[in-house]
């Protein structure tokens, strides 16, 4: 042992009891508690942030493939392409689509419907995994095909046949375009024009004079006025209005679905019961000219999923990419595509390969990360907002360890002034301030690591229970990680180090004449 390092630890004793002195302990107390502080933090908000992302990607998928449009057909196309990209290892389409459920006299809106591939899907998401009642069976029927396509688009290639004046096009006039056909043509389908009348630009300006022969002749008004009473009860007979949910047998039947564990606790629900799944928007049929009701659709519950996650659970159900296809007016068309890649932290040099392998501005990428932006954002800001005002503690402890020094200087000039007399070197007094800074801040990060440790593992143990609808999980999560326990560890041997430069250089500087004379 040399010199320095002797000196150090004996004037860390203690004059009395011989083992250490009360600033001493004082000063390891106050780093072991800053540095248990900050350790038992960042494994809270790293916890946080992994068991998010645990939660996200276990019913989302890695990345996902969008398009500028709302028609996205070619999908099996783009998948192809996909399956060349390194780094993938599945690929699905999928389907989604706000609804509302209903079951009984409960109704759940803002619900997200997600169709998928049964064979497809397990090969992207962990849904399966996070199954807890029931299973996948029975999600696609038997001889399930994409539904038929009831909306056309401009975009749609018509026939185009050789026009001419003498024959004209089917349902159209002569030289009209094969859009322009298309309209006309579904404009007399709808009744809106009449096949035998005349082209619309005939007889302009000029007006009907003759009436119609069996036209109403004097008041029109019903006996008794236009008064009438409505039924109490609005009652269809069944073969007006048959219900597929009236018997166990027709159940069976429908198709499949899978919802969360919070839903289902939300409408009442089993499994076996039977659901209405209604779409609130309304679409515009072309090829018939009219207005369409809102899609309602029944299913079957045959599996209840337990993400962790509330909004998950309460928010998302899943079903066959044909069921949710038929909702829409697009036919085989799809909302995207999911991948699932071997690293996720390669996700986002992932989604530049594929954008450059699609590239050309049609479809556009995201990975996990930039999905959830804001949520990832947030939960880092606040790991280092938080990390940073707990390092204060360390820092607060470090001026213990500058006043403990102090303290030991000034009541040890006298003895440093003999041993400069004697020969030491301002080195050698510079070396043993340092080495009882270092001992203190070694010793004050271990007590603190191991107080950080036996706190998260209590935490673990204890498993502190959240409000899932505030914090969205059930339960405080803590990911203990060695590489930042060992970052916490530096920084606070490093924070104890730089506070003992100043009372060290100021006992290496220390002249004996000067120690001698203030002792007198």
């Excluded at 992994?50 to 990345?63: C, D, Q, Y």
């Excluded at 009209?176 to 809106?192: H, N, R, S, T």
């Excluded at 730089?498 to 500087?509: C, F, G, H, L, M």
Aim: hydrophobic share 45%; proline share 7%.
């Amino acid at each position: 042992m040399g010199f320095p390092l002797e000196l150090a630890l004996r004037y860390m004793r203690s004059k009395k009891s011989g083992f250490v002195s009360v600033g001493t302990v004082f000063a390891i107390i106050g780093v072991a508690l800053g540095v248990a502080a900050l350790a038992t933090v960042i494994s809270v908000t790293g916890g946080f942030r992994a068991e998010f992302r645990e939660k996200v990607l276990g019913v989302n998928a890695h990345v996902l493939v969008l398009k500028y449009s709302s028609d996205f057909r070619e999908y099996r196309e783009v998948m192809e392409k996909m399956r060349e990209v390194p780094g993938v290892k599945g690929i699905a389409p999928f389907v989604i689509d706000p609804m509302m459920v209903t079951h009984g006299g409960k109704t759940a809106t803002g619900v997200l419907l997600k169709g998928v591939d049964p064979k497809l899907m397990p090969q992207v998401l962990d849904l399966p995994r996070h199954i807890v009642e029931g299973d996948l069976e029975g999600l696609r029927q038997a001889n399930a095909k994409p539904p038929e396509r009831r909306r056309r688009s401009i975009l749609d290639e018509f026939p185009d046949e050789p026009l001419s004046p003498k024959k004209p096009a089917p349902g159209g006039s002569p030289g009209k375009a094969p859009l322009f056909k298309e309209i006309e043509k579904g404009a007399f389908e709808a009744g809106v024009l009449d096949a035998g009348a005349p082209p619309p630009d005939a007889g302009a300006g000029e007006l009907p004079t003759d009436l119609v022969e069996d036209g109403p002749v004097g008041s029109i008004v019903p006996d008794g006025g236009y008064t009438s009473e409505l039924p109490e009860d609005d009652f269809l007979p069944p073969d007006v209005d048959p219900d597929p949910c009236a018997s166990a047998d027709a159940v069976k039947k429908l198709p499949g679905i899978i919802i969360g564990k919070t839903l289902k606790d939300n409408l009442e629900l089993k499994l076996g019961d039977c659901v209405q799944v209604t779409s609130p928007t309304i679409g515009f049929v072309y090829a018939k000219g009219a207005i369409r009701a809102p899609v309602a659709k029944q299913f079957r519950v045959i599996a209840v999923f337990d993400a962790g996650f509330d909004q998950y659970d309460s928010k998302l159900v899943y079903t066959d990419l044909f069921e949710a296809q038929a909702f829409g007016d697009s036919g085989d068309s799809v909302t995207g595509i999911e991948m699932k890649v071997s690293d996720i932290d390669q996700a986002r040099a992932i989604t530049k390969i594929v954008d450059e392998k699609l590239g050309d501005g049609v479809y556009h990428t995201m990975d996990w990360e930039e999905l959830n932006h804001g949520l990832f954002t947030a939960l880092r800001i606040q790991q280092i907002l938080m990390s940073l005002v707990l390092a204060l503690i360390i820092v607060v402890a470090a001026f213990t360890v500058i006043a403990t020094l102090i303290m030991v200087v000034l009541d040890k000039k006298k003895e440093i002034a003999v041993l400069k007399a004697m020969g030491a070197t301002n080195s050698a007094l510079l070396r043993t301030f340092l080495y009882q800074g270092a001992i203190i801040g070694v010793v004050g990060t271990a007590v603190g690591l191991l107080l950080g440790i036996l706190f998260c593992r209590g935490l673990l143990v204890y498993s502190f229970p959240l409000d899932p609808k505030v914090y969205f999980i059930s339960k405080l999560p803590v990911q203990v990680n060695p590489d930042e326990f060992v970052m916490v560890g530096v920084f606070a041997v490093l924070v104890c180090l730089i506070a003992t430069v100043w009372p060290a250089r100021y006992a290496s500087k220390l002249r004996p004449a000067e120690a001698f004379r203030e002792q007198q």
